[in-house]
């Protein structure tokens, strides 16, 4: 049985806007009352004075690999363990730990290790599922996906990989008609679809859209860009209101103008901040392994002995202070896409990813410079910054 917390003098960011003087009530793991001014009195309830700084939901990472020298494809739990803690140090609560491309037994050694730690429940973030990154995706634009292993979909693998039961988001490239089968699957088991390392045409995208695709993977980078005759993948993205699109909002992957140019196409409510961090995340500069291959890490930046970008060392903290400073947009405003959308796309909008009565307690608490000072998941504190 976990305590229960009155979170006091705090601003409440809510979907109705800020709350100054605020304050909120966890039970039972969700949250249970919520409001502003006079305290009333509530029993046998911890106090938790958060200084006057900013209580917002828990940020959810729909894209991340890695991070402090662990990645999902280790398979083993102390992987996820390590990747738990340190994502909750940046707010993040809740995650899809995130396969790359390889063999048929590494991935789904990956995904059983995923669908273990779930019932688990490690300490610091929760590990909301699994997001199958490939391995159905265009060589053409494959980034740093092992191109070694890349290959369509195949009826009796895709449904393997599926039937585990972890998986919540699976990115393919759509422009294949083997590929095509998998989106309809996918969507009768209520699992998101994304197209990534994606050479779609506008046309082909749409048409994917059509048998339910929703989502675009890392938007802007390994698809196909926009031109003004051929909008390509970017321009079905922009323009599909079906579409939410992932960003990587570090200013090495995307240009801060490019993430206005994002926001003033989607609208807030089309955006999610991804973080796509690899292993060296959260670590010195340096030389790191992918696979059997080696990145480096410098300047925040990793990459392939050919400069290929090789995702990335952001945290979901820095992407939402990266984006509010690349639109000029309130944090009243983009904590949605660090929050609900994710949550949305998940199908988890009802239990998480907003403050609002009923939902479960995954909370933090940021600074006016988005540093997180405090994280509880589920009305447990995760992290919590000079703890005593
Ligand atoms: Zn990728």
Known sequence: MSADFLIYNAQLITPTGRLPHGWLLTRDARIAALGAGELPDFEMVEMLDADGQTLLPGFIDVHVHGAVGADT???TPEALQQMAAFY??????????????DSRERITAALMNIAAAQR??????????????????????????????????????????LDIGVIRLLALAPEYD?????????????ITVSAAHTAATYTEMRHAVDLGLTQTTHTFNAMTGLHHREPGTVGAALTSPEICCEVIADNIHVHPAVMQVL?????????????????????????????ARTVTVRDGAVRLPDGTLAGSTLTLDRAVANFIAATGAPLTEIWRAASL????????????????????????????????????????????RNMA
């Open 73 to 75: 494809m280790d398979a």
């Open 88 to 101: 909750a140090q940046h707010g993040v609560t809740g995650f899809l730990a995130t396969t790359w491309t």
């Open 120 to 161: 688990h429940s490690p300490n610091g973030a929760a590990i909301l599922g699994a997001h199958l990154e490939g391995p159905y995706l265009n060589p053409a634009k494959g980034g740093a996906q092992n191109t070694e292993h890349l290959r369509r979909a195949d009826r009796e693998e895709a449904l393997a990989f």
């Open 178 to 190: 083997e590929n095509h089968w998998l989106i309809r699957e996918c969507v009768r088991r209520g």
């Open 263 to 291: 926001y003033a196409a989607k609208g807030i409510d089309g955006v999610i901040l991804i973080s796509d961090a690899v292993r060296g995340a959260g670590m010195p500069d340096g030389d790191y392994h992918l696979d």
């Open 341 to 384: 959308n994710p949550a949305r796309a998940l199908g988890l909008a009802a239990q998480t990813g907003s403050i609002e009565i009923g939902k479960a307690a995954d909370l933090i608490l940021v600074d006016d410079n988005i540093n997180v000072h405090l994280t509880m998941v589920g009305g447990q504190i995760a992290f919590r």
